[in-house]
């Protein structure tokens, strides 16, 4: 279990209405190669059921593996293979190959593929704030050029995000955020993070915690929901006032996980 910074998506703000000249050619030629990409609890659980492989089965394999970031916040990430000379390619891209010309590109987990590979390569900010600049237009950022393989046609980073099924996403990643500021309020981030007053606690006990929004059974909401129930216990078996505890003056109240998946 690594502990590193934060991995950085370079990324441009632009409009998330503005007219953008972009296609996809779903070869992957750029987008599934030398990249990191990024997955959180609700990623892997749609890849586990899209492959038919249990959770905790992608975690031992090393399929998905999970690190620290900055912030204290155990975010996942897809493996990667080796892909010519010292490049890397996602663990589920595969080429076709004929007369030693590659000639189409795959993904071997495409039902079930990420957020991030669905909306690439335009990416969406929950908060709906941090991308509001100057202009006062919703932003989406653009991770990264596609490079060769689009078919270029007239369209918008949100057409092209609405387009590969990302509401689901999108209402699961607002509650997962919600989930994962109320433990980082709570004293409950990785020790790394100094920014917040820590609940007294081993560092398998907060691995343990944040691990379980990735392998809890149950149902995407029910999963959220066992792990602030265990956050609340924490506290509770610690003694100490929750104004003892992360953010000084900013009581967090619980989140409504339920009604933020459901509604
Ligand atoms: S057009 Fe872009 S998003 Fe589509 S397969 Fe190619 S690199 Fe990936
Ligand atoms: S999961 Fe699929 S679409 Fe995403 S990077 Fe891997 S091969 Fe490409």
Redesign the pocket.
Known sequence: MATTPARSLGRTLIPLDGEVSWGCSGQ?WN??VD?D?PVRPYDVRRLAEAIGRPVQQLLDDGIVSLEWDGYGILGGW?ATRPYEGDRSA????EEVIADGRRVAGL????AG??EA?RAYPYQRHASGTEFEESTSLPMAAQVFDCGSCALAERTTPRQVMLANGLTDYWRADDAYRAVALYLHKCGLAHLSNSTYRQLPLSPAARLALWSALYTSEGTYAEALASVLDAADALIAASGLPRSHLGGAGEPLARPDVVGMIED
């Open positions: 992957g987008c599934c990249k990409v897809l996602c663990v589920f891209y993904c071997n987990a495409h593929r990420p590979c």
